[in-house]
């Protein structure tokens, strides 16, 4: 299973985590950021970037899933709309 995972400056930490545990655990762990900490970063465009991974990797036939964090959920919540 690949999962795409992306977070704005709020989700660093979980993410972090989450990449390696899952990765421990046998899961494709495909990071689309945030890279470096930036406080500024809210509403991420990186996280569109896991999304549409996400997309043509299942278009592709490849088994795929997505996590995207952030501090507040309102720009990421938007994924939804896609």
Not at 35 to 41: N, Q, R, S, T, V
Not at 59 to 82: H, P
């Amino acid at each position: 299973m690949r999962v795409h995972i992306a977070t704005d400056h709020a989700g660093m930490e979980l993410s972090s985590h989450l990449i390696t545990a899952r990765s421990a655990n046998g899961y494709e762990m495909v990071d689309h950021g945030r890279a470096a900490y930036d406080a500024e970063d809210d509403y991420p465009a990186f996280c569109i970037k896991a999304a549409s991974a996400v997309v043509a990797d299942q278009a592709a036939g490849v088994d795929a899933l997505g996590i995207v964090l952030g501090g507040s959920g309102n720009g990421e919540q938007n994924l939804s709309r896609l």
